[in-house]
Every structure is written in structure tokens, then in C-alpha cells.
């Protein structure tokens, strides 16, 4: 008989439109690959050669104000262009086109050693405001489509500074990943008129078996197709088409959801848990958006302690993606986490 803990077996996307291989019987496998050397953070809460602490020169030459919450620059090696011309190709196979853009980095406490699960619940209120603020501004822009704010965290996710920042790219077009999300999101409520997420939801609430925590607006949980071993979705339980339509209640609600998970995951293997953290959210310019439900996507890719971590490599990169735990049990381990963080927990 088929027992997905044992079996191995292919769960469906409904937001990508893709299938995930699951192989839960491959934990039991031996393990004689690499192992990464723990990263053991220094605690020091002003560095003077970082280029993102207040006061200090930037690599571009800028001065960094004496900012006392979150600080927002343009980034100054910037991966889109504001002023790139118009143009492109469409030459049988040779199509390209040019896209306009802003990088911006944000710095989410002017603390050094501080991360997300370690600020309070108002100073990542502040980060939050900060999110709408930028997402309000450049959802202004003429030449922007899409606003992709993310974080990424860890050296393992190749994050070039541990100072608490994060990003925003904007882009002209809408980003492939993004646009997949908006056909399934589009087909979905056109044929059901409710979003594809708060039905989703819905179900996973009513399963309870992915749930890692929740509070009056939103919901944590591992999604039924994740792919990396301890993905994480956070899902608004209102439906929402872009963040700046929160409530002050649900922005507060968010600080609070994103720093008890953050710190689940931290206590898990006792790490500043490597992860990209994003928000998904309606393209800027789309009118007839009923249909888009934002939510944040984390992905982090430790499998099996602070070292470890799960390679998509050969049939993954090839094929398909797999994973080994379940969605299941990866919820499990992070509900059993606590949600004091490891490295501000009073020791006994
Ligand atoms: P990551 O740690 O996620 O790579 O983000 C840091 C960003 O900061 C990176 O995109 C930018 C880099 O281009 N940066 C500056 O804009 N100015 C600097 O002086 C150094 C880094
Ligand atoms: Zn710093």
C-alpha cells in the first residue's frame, strides 16, 4: 500500500504548474559528500570595515548617514539599468529585449550583528513599512512592471555581508517565476471566483499537518509541493494583491509571523539559518488584479544540520526537483522548535 513517508512519489505545484519528486526512503542513505564548515557569527554590533553599518563609506564612495532605523540606497553595482535604451531583437531564435530597472538595498537595523529573528516585532514592523514604502514609490515608476523585494541571508546563500539587509530589484517586465504564478493565480480564480491561495489555505488548515505557526492574519506553513528541505510559504488569510494593501494591523501581524519563523529556523540547527527570503506580489501596472494573492516564499537549502545542506544537482537540475524529508515532517521539526531565539535565550 502507498504511505508517502515511505514511498517514493511526485506532488503537483499549483502555484508554478510543476511537479516536485519526493523520496522520503533516501534519508536512511549515507552521507560521505561535503561537509561545509560551521560559520560561527562574531558578536560585534558596529564592524568598521562594513560597507552597510551607519557612518561608514560605502564601496561606491557614498557615505552612509548615522541612520537610526532602516536605511535605503541605491544599490551601486546595480544589476538593471534605470536609462537602458529601448530596443532588442526578434530575429527568429535571436529575441531579446532590453529591460529598464532599480536595485535598491535595504538595511533592516543600523545593528551589525542583528538578524530578523533576533529584532524586536516594532523594529521589523519598521522593515515592513519600509517594504509598502518602496513597493508605493516604485509601483509609481513609469518604467517599472514588477517589484521583487527579497533577502538573502548567509554566506551559504551568497550574501556578501552579515549586516541585516536585504534587497529590491524592480524590474520593466514581469519575471518568469512571477509570471507563472500570475497564470495559474488568474486561471484558477477565473474558474473557482476566490483565489487560488485562500482555497489552498483553506485546505491546509483544515489538514494541519504543514502549519509551522500562525496568528490573527497569517499563516506559516511547509507547502504540500515544497521543494527545499525546510521551505516555507506565509500566507496572508486575506487575500491581498500587493503588500501596500495591508492593514496596520496586518503589517504588525507580519513582523510578528516573520520573526517567529525566522527564529524556528535558527533554533533548528542552532545556526543563523542560511535562506532567500521573497515577496510575491501583483505586477505594478495590472489593473484586474482580484486574483493575486501575495505571499513570501522562504527558501533555505540545509537538509541536514549547520553544515549539510541539499545540492539540486543531476536529475534535480536535469530533470525535475526532488526532496528528500517530507513537507511533513520538516513542518513537524520546525513546530518543535522553540520561538526564543538560541542566541538570546538565558542559559540555565
Ligand atoms: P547581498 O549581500 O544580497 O549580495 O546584497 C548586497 C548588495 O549590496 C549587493 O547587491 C550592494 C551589492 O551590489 N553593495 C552596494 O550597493 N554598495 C557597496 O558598497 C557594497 C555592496
Ligand atoms: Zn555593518
Redesign the pocket.
Known sequence: MFVPEDHSHRRYNALLDEWVLVSPHRTKRPWQGQVEAPVIPVRNTYDPTC?LCPGNT???GELNPAYPGTFV?D????ALQKDAPAGGSDDGFFRSVSEKGI?R?ICFSPQHDLTLGEMTTPDIAGVVATWQDQFRELAQHPDIGYVQIFE?RGAMM????PHP?G?IWATQHTPTLVAKEEATQRVYYATHQQTMLSAYLAQEITAHERVVCENRSFVALVPFWAVWPFETIILPRRPMATIDQMSAGEATDLADILKRTVTRYDNLFQTLFPYSLGIHQAPTKMIDNGHWHWHIHIVPPLLRSATVRKFMVGFELLAEPQRDITPEQAARRLRECSEVHYRTEVPQ
Request: charge should be neutral; include cysteine.
Open positions: 560597507y560605502r564601496m561606491g540606497f544599490n551601486d553595482f546595480a536595485c538595498v538573502n551568497g550574501s556578501s555581508n539587509h534587497q
